[in-house]
Each structure stands twice: as structure tokens, then as C-alpha cells.
């Protein structure tokens, strides 16, 4: 059951990310076009969800490293 959750959950999360990300890389190509603000505010974004990103996977690698050390690999 906490494996069903937690992937729900880093699904979810990646969604967001990969959402946030995209958003930004508009936001960025819009400003190319003179719009200095949307520029460095899309850049902000994308390099915010890549970090958002980096520390899921991690995450999910840890828990998962836990559990398996825990169940003995029975998960």
C-alpha cells in the first residue's frame, strides 16, 4: 500500500515539474523576443524545476533503498 502511494505521489510531482518546466521554456522564448522580465523569470522556472526534479528522483531512490533494506526485497 505505501508503494501504491508513494507512486502516486512521484507521479504527481513529476507531472508538476515537467509542467512548470515547459511553462518556463515559453516563458523564455517569449522573452527572447525583448521582454527581459519574462526572460529571466522563464529561466527561473525552468532551472526550479529541474532542481524540484533532482531532489524527487533522489527521494524516490532513498525510500526505495530504505524499504528494500527493510523488506529485505520482498517489495
Avoid: H, R
Avoid at 505505501?2 to 517569449?30: D, E, K, R
Amino acid at each position: 500500500m505505501l508503494n501504491n502511494i508513494l507512486s502516486v505521489l512521484y507521479s504527481s510531482i513529476l507531472a508538476v515539474t515537467a509542467a512548470v518546466f515547459i511553462t518556463g521554456a515559453f516563458m523564455y522564448i517569449i522573452g527572447s523576443f525583448g521582454k527581459e522580465d519574462l526572460k529571466s523569470s522563464g529561466k527561473g522556472m525552468m532551472i526550479g524545476s529541474l532542481v524540484g526534479m533532482s531532489i524527487v528522483l533522489f527521494a524516490k531512490f532513498i525510500v526505495g533503498l530504505t524499504l528494500y533494506f527493510m523488506y529485505a526485497g520482498s517489495l
